[in-house]
C-alpha cells in the first residue's frame, strides 16, 4: 500500500527517474520506493511493540522489550540514511557528504548501542569502532551499487535477510528480537517487490538502496555468533559468506573502473548484472541467476555456526568457488562474444568488399 502511494505521488516531489547512462531504465519512471519499505519496516515493527504489550508474559516480547533502545536508534539510523538518500533523489549530493553520512551513523551506533557492534576478538580497543564502521559503510554502499537493474538490489536483500533469520531463529536461546525486525523488514521487500520485478514501475532510488545496505548490515552485527562450535573461529565471518554477492560485485565494478582509468564513484554499466545480459542473458534472467548464486552462498554460510572448525572452512571454500566459477564463466563468455564478434566483422568487411566491387564494375560497364 506504502509502495503504491510513493509511486502515486511521486512526481509531485520530483522523484522521477529519466532514462541515463549506467541503468536500464528505458522510460521516465517514478523513484523513492525506499521510503516504503523503511515505513512499512518501521510500522510493522511498532504493530509488533503494540501486539507483545497487549500479550504480556511472552518471553519474546520480554527480550523485544530488553532491545528497545538499540530498535529505537537502528530505526533512526535508517530514517537518517532515508532522509539522505531522499536529498540524493531530489538534487544529488557529493559523495563525501554521504560517507561522512554514513560512517557517522556507523560510530553513533557502536557508542550509543551495545549490540552494534564488531569485534572479531580485536585486541585493541579502537579496532571494534574500525572494523563496525567499515562494515556498516561498506555493506551500505555494496547494495547502493547493486541497486542497478530492476528488482535485484531488494531480492538479494530479502535473500540475506533469509538466511539471517534462519540462524537467528536455531540460534540457541533464539534471538526474537532480531526475528521481529527481520520478519517486518522481510515484508517489506516483499511489499516492494510486486512494484520492482521487472519490469518495474517504480524504484527505490537512494533512499531505499542506502536503506537495504544499512539494515542488513547492522542486523548482521546484531546476530549473534557466540553459540558456534567450540574452536570454530570461521563462524564468526558468517556476515562476510552471506554478503558475498554484494561484495563481490562492488570489487569487481571497482576494480573495472580502476583498470579503465576511470572514477570508481562514476556510474557504468560493468556490474555483475550489466555483465551477465552482455553475455545474452535477459534482464529478468540475470536477476535470477543473481538470485540464484545468493541463496547458493547463503544456504552454505546458514550452516556455518553447526560445523566445526574444518566443515566451516570446507564451506568458506565452496562460497569461494561459486565466486570463481561465476568469475570464470564471465570471463569465457566475454572471450566467445568477442571471437564472435570478429567473425561477423570479417564477414561484413568481406561482404561490404565484394559489394563495392560489385558496384565499381558497373560504373565502369556503364562508362563504357
Known sequence: MLTYAVRRFAHRLGLIDVPREGRFSERPTPKGGGMAIFAGTALSIAAAYFWFARNGGDPAGAELF???????????????????????????????????????VAVGLFFFTDDV???????????????????IVAITNSFNLLDNMDGLSAGVA?????VLLWVAVTADPPQYFLCVLLIGFMGSLLGFLLFNFPPASIFMGDSGSLFLGYFVAVLSTVCTFTTFRSGNVVAAALPLLMMAV???????????????????FEG????????????????????????LLTFCCGVGAALVGRLDSL?????????????LLTALLERAGRHA???????????EREEEGERGRGEEGEGEEHDY
Open 66 to 104: 530488553s532491545h528497545t533502545r538499540t530498535i529505537v536508534m537502528v530505526l533512526l539510523g535508517g530514517l537518517v540514511l532515508v532522509v539522505l538518500g531522499f536529498l540524493d533523489d531530489i538534487k544529488g549530493l557529493p559523495v563525501w557528504i554521504r560517507l561522512g553520512v554514513e560512517l557517522g
Open 117 to 135: 557492534q564488531v569485534t572479531f576478538f580485536a585486541p585493541y580497543a579502537w579496532l571494534p569502532v574500525l572494523f563496525t564502521s567499515l562494515w
Open 158 to 162: 530479502f535473500i540475506v535477510s533469509g
Open 246 to 264: 554484494p561484495l563481490y560485485d562492488s570489487f569487481s565494478v571497482v576494480w573495472i573502473r580502476m583498470k579503465n582509468g576511470v572514477s570508481i
Open 268 to 291: 557504468d554499466k560493468n556490474h555483475l548484472s550489466h555483465r551477465l545480459v552482455g553475455l545474452g542473458f535477459t534482464v529478468r534472467d540475470a536477476v535470477l541467476v543473481i538470485y
Open 311 to 323: 566443515g566451516a572452512g570446507l564451506v568458506l571454500v565452496q562460497v569461494g568457488g561459486f565466486l
Open 337 to 347: 562474444l568477442r571471437k564472435v564478434r570478429k567473425e561477423e566483422g570479417g564477414e
